[in-house]
């Protein structure tokens, strides 16, 4: 029998994953979740022997039950090689008395790389499976990472197209180098005039535009999205909880059955919700901490139960999570209403009318397992250059947030849970805030001069994806108003207005 997945706006209508996977949005605006999260069925005595390839298998099968054991098995062959340079794919460090988990070995340095090597194989393999003859355009808001991972596993991929809009002024200089020199001809990269909600927005409206939908459609496309909205994105994303759960218990940092607390570096909400549902599959997770930076919208709704993104949007030195408007929180909501479509459909359209919701106290008490935090950028900078002098460890912003809100549970909570920290950045992506939180003296020096400077504090060797964009030609130049979002689609896939 096949797990079903139905948006969280309507319970009526039922699709299999491949289905969703293909969509991306619900027509309703809703987001795919499965009808029920399913129970691992390998114990964690057999699962800490497993590769990560082994481990994606386990878990994606469980969730991914209407593709066929090989077309898994090959999606997850061709996402988690070489393009890693590290073969645990994910491994864990020992910070203090914190364990890290490393998620930017991949191509872009970024966490998002663990769920976007593998998207488009899930695509491509569920666009074959449903006949599909159209071209996937593939339309994505960026805050910084996801864009460029996204093209990375895009690149060329026969019979689709990706287009991605990033907020202009509102991502690192790195990030928005990696993205104007990337390759392939079926990619274009457009800086919004606005910021990442202006951007995750426009695209959502887009999606939901049925005029635009029907002129794809004589031109011979169609739209998916790789955003985080997509259940192909998240489900990935399960998988490194229980490999580190595994593998703490495989290295005796844990006994079996040893409740671990989570800490998240969080903007959409993606990541942190996967590690849910790793707990909801069986994984011992006792706290689930979302951390927040400025832009502290759920670290209020974690406190006061209502969710209000009517406040200035803060540009902060941890710029992927600049972000009010956390889009994964619907799954969630849906969730601890009891999967209640309409309570949902009834919150979200207060969000979007608003931009202020409140649940009720019996939907608040079902949040116990998640404690909000935040960090300052003073916190966040003072993270980075305490956990440098005290053990010689670099990390970027976005885990530095992380890794602060940590350490503040663990003394307000003084009882002995060990700690995971997930660590979704390399700090050679975010060079000038790394390196100025560690000496004021590089506040001065040119970002990429930093590369060296870092390389030699830090022993970490220069990524590939660091090296290859130093000097590499800018390919993409389009700028475009929030307005004209729908006219710049239409000009890159070449369809009359
Ligand atoms: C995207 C991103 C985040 C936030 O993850 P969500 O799944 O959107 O909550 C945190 N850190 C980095 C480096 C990111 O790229």
Same mark, same amino acid.
């Given at each position: ?17 491949? +289905? ?16 029920? *999260? ?6 964690? !005595? ?58 930017? %070995? ?6 998002? #790389? ?6 488009? %194989? ?7 499976? /449903? ?6 355009? =593939? ?17 060329? @991929? ?10 202009k002024?509102?991502?690192?200089? @790195?990030?928005e180098?990696?993205m104007v020199t990337q ?5 274009a990269v457009v800086a919004? /005039? ?36 997509? *259940? ?6 399960? &998988? ?17 059955? !040893? ?63 600049? =972000? ?21 459909? +009834? ?46 460890? &670099?990390?970027?912003? %976005?885990?530095? @947030?992380?890794?602060? @809100?940590?350490?503040?549970?663990? +003394?307000?909570? !003084? ?22 939180? =560690? ?9 990429? #001069?930093?590369? +060296? ?20 030609k800018v390919l993409h130049k389009r700028e475009c ?7 710049? &689609? ?8």
């Amino acid at each position: 029998m096949n797990l079903m997945y139905k948006s969280t706006r309507n319970a009526s209508r039922k699709v299999t994953a491949s +289905e969703a996977i293909l969509k991306g949005l619900a027509e309703d605006g809703g987001l795919f979740v499965p009808e029920v *999260i399913p129970q691992l069925d390998v114990s964690m !005595e057999e699962l800490k022997e497993k590769s990560y390839q082994e481990t994606a298998y386990i878990v994606m099968k469980q969730f991914f039950t209407d593709f066929t054991e090989e077309e898994l098995k090959n999606c997850i062959k061709l996402a988690y090689d070489k393009k890693f340079d590290t073969e645990e794919i994910a491994p864990i460090v020992k910070v203090g008395k914190t364990y890290h988990l490393e998620l930017f %070995h991949g191509a872009t340095i970024a966490f998002k #790389d663990m769920a976007l090597s593998i998207l488009p %194989h899930l695509l491509t393999t569920s666009a074959k499976k /449903h006949h599909v003859t159209k071209d996937i355009v =593939i339309l994505t808001a960026t805050s910084g990472d996801t864009g460029k991972a996204a093209m990375a596993g895009f690149q060329d @991929v026969k019979g689709t197209r990706i287009i991605v809009f990033y907020p202009k002024g509102g991502v690192s200089p @790195v990030q928005e180098r990696q993205m104007v020199t990337q390759k392939g001809k079926n990619t274009a990269v457009v800086a919004l /005039h606005g910021n990442f909600d202006d951007a995750q927005s426009g695209v959502k409206t887009l999606f939901e535009d049925l005029e635009l939908q029907e002129k794809l459609a004589q031109s011979g496309y169609q739209f998916s999205s790789a955003n985080s909205i997509n *259940i192909g994105r998240l489900i990935p994303q399960v &998988v490194y909880y229980v490999y580190a759960y595994a593998k703490l218990l495989n290295q005796q940092q844990i006994v079996n059955g !040893e409740k671990i607390n989570v800490t998240v570096p969080t903007g959409n909400f993606g990541n942190i919700l996967a590690a849910y549902y790793a707990k909801e599959m069986g994984v011992p997770i006792h706290k689930l901490i979302c951390a927040s930076n400025d832009n502290k919208v759920l670290y209020d709704f974690f406190e006061t139960g209502i969710y209000d993104k009517n406040r200035a949007f803060i540009l902060t030195t941890s710029p992927s999570m600049d =972000i009010l408007v956390s889009s994964n929180l619907e799954r969630l909501i849906h969730i601890i209403s009891g999967q209640d479509a309409i309570k949902t459909r +009834e919150l979200m359209g207060q969000l979007k009318q608003r931009g202020v919701y409140e649940i009720t106290s019996a939907m608040k008490e079902k949040l116990s397992d998640f404690i909000g935090g935040y960090a300052t950028e003073k916190d966040t900078a003072k993270m980075i250059y305490d956990t440098y002098r005290e053990v010689g460890y &670099v990390m970027d912003p %976005h885990t530095a @947030v992380a890794a602060y @809100v940590c350490q503040k549970c663990q +003394e307000e909570q !003084e009882n002995s849970t060990k700690d995971l920290v997930v660590s979704t950045a390399s700090p050679y992506k975010f060079l000038k805030s790394v390196m100025t939180a =560690i000496d004021e003296k590089y506040c001065q020096m040119d970002e990429f #001069d930093l590369i +060296e400077e870092l390389n030699k504090i830090s022993d970490i060797p220069i990524p590939k994806a660091i090296s290859e964009i130093k000097d590499a030609k800018v390919l993409h130049k389009r700028e475009c108003d929030v307005k004209d979002m729908k006219k710049t &689609v239409l000009n890159i896939l070449e369809i009359e207005g």
